[in-house]
């Protein structure tokens, strides 16, 4: 399943990302416990924006919600980066959405593969998941202190055990060929540089930016038969985001937004 290959070039890294503030600031593991999870702690000591936690195994990969991450030696990209946007926390979530497009932008530039994006930013090839992003917030009301953008992308893996090759995927699984680890990550970390910098500079034009070209690269942004996993749950049909960058489905009984839980089909 992981190719031996595939190591990290930090030096080509640091050439390949000039003019962006990761340049020196990647600090690499062979193994960790949660990149997402250092980076917080870090961030919260004064680490600066622009550090990339970039591990070739995870023991303790954090997902969204109370879901883990598994992150086999060598098989993934797993990596965090930390980012000081200058928006309000109440924007935060259009970052979370910039790096769904990031990502399916790197995939598309290394692999000439399209992905397909489910609210808020899970990365698909057809109805199987490759790609899943945590973005971790510490923030004022008024103010976002820092925030962690943790990616994890399935590379090597050829193919996937049991029930889980229904719904999971990897460039590898799709071409039958490897792609490289360090490819991919340069062009998602110099995307995901130019999408927070867009944020930053003008958050609403940037905004409606993202929202447009997520309803060209999503075919779960609008009119899909979805199930939200909030609460009880609920069945409906996907209406576009609202100011925020939050999911609304029309249900029978009215619009609802969806705040917290993921959507999945029917
Ligand atoms: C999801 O549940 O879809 C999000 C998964 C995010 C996984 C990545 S791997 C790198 C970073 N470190 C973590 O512990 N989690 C994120």
């Known amino acids: 399943m992981t190719n031996?290959?595939?190591?990290?070039d930090l030096p080509a890294l640091d050439i390949a990302l000039a003019g962006t503030p990761f340049v020196g600031n990647i600090r690499y593991f062979p193994s960790i416990h949660s990149t997402n999870v250092l980076a917080m702690r870090e961030a919260e000591e004064g680490?600066?924006?622009g550090m990339v936690y970039l591990a070739d195994e995870q023991t303790a990969g954090r997902g969204r919600g109370a879901h883990g991450w598994h992150?086999?030696?060598g098989?993934?990209?797993?990596?965090?980066?930390?980012?000081?946007?200058?928006?309000a926390p109440a924007d935060i979530l259009w970052?979370?959405?910039?790096?769904?497009?990031?990502?399916?932008?790197?995939?598309r530039q290394v692999t000439s593969l399209e992905a397909d994006i489910r609210w808020p930013n899970d990365l698909l090839f057809g109805k199987k998941k490759f790609c899943g992003i945590l973005t971790e917030l510490n923030a004022e009301v008024t103010r976002v202190r820092h925030a962690v953008v943790g990616i994890g992308i399935n590379v090597h893996q050829e193919s996937f055990p049991g029930e889980l090759g229904l719904i999971a995927s990897?460039?590898?699984?799709?071409?039958?060929?490897?792609?490289?680890?360090?490819?991919?990550?340069?062009a998602l970390l110099q995307s995901l540089y130019r999408e927070a910098q867009a944020l930053s500079a003008e958050t609403a034009r940037a905004a409606a930016n993202i929202l447009s070209r997520l309803e060209g690269a999503s075919t779960?942004?609008?009119?899909?038969?979805v199930h939200v996993d909030e609460g009880p749950g609920y069945s409906g049909v996907t209406a576009g985001l609202d100011a925020r960058g939050f999911l609304r489905v029309r249900t029978a009984q009215g619009l609802r937004t969806v705040h917290s839980g993921g959507v999945r089909d029917e």
């Open 4 to 8: 031996p290959e595939d190591d990290y």
């Open 47 to 49: 680490a600066p924006e």
């Open 71 to 73: 992150s086999a030696r």
């Open 75 to 87: 098989a993934g990209l797993y990596v965090s980066i930390l980012l000081r946007p200058q928006v």
């Open 95 to 107: 970052l979370s959405l910039a790096a769904g497009l990031a990502v399916r932008e790197a995939v």
């Open 170 to 186: 990897s460039p590898r699984s799709e071409t039958g060929r490897s792609w490289a680890r360090q490819d991919l990550l340069i």
């Open 220 to 225: 779960w942004i609008r009119g899909r038969q």
